[in-house]
């Protein structure tokens, strides 16, 4: 027999039943522990991020998904006009702009 066949032939040594209530309470911190330090502050800096894009203005220095660093040159409902390099502008959707104004905290 291999273990795993062994383990699952074998009841519990008393009969009891708190194997349940441990396993309940074990993932319970799981979630405990997934939520607050993952999940939390993960959703608390998406929204700081959303605020920073939807009072973005002309002059903002900002950093698309893909990296690319540019500053403000216009904005549209959609979509952001950013100067990449001096004479060099490109369109992008406000949804890939991911920080504005980097090097001011």
């Known amino acids: 027999m291999t273990f795993l066949n ?3 032939l074998m009841g519990s ?14 993932l319970g911190a799981l979630f ?3 939520y ?6 993960q959703s608390k800096r998406q929204k700081e991020i959303q605020t ?17 660093l540019g500053v403000v040159n216009s904005i549209d ?9 001096s004479g060099v502008k490109a369109r ?5 702009i991911t ?5 001011k905290k």
């Open 6 to 8: 062994l383990y699952f």
């Open 13 to 26: 040594p008393e009969g009891g039943g708190d194997g349940a209530l441990i396993n309940l309470l074990f």
């Open 32 to 34: 405990f522990v997934f």
């Open 36 to 41: 607050f330090f993952i999940i939390r502050p």
């Open 52 to 68: 920073k894009v939807s009072e973005m203005k002309k002059g903002d220095k900002v950093v698309t998904g893909g990296g690319m």
């Open 77 to 85: 409902d959609d979509t952001v006009l950013l100067e990449i390099d």
């Open 92 to 96: 992008f959707q406000k949804s890939s």
């Open 99 to 103: 920080d504005v104004n980097p090097n």
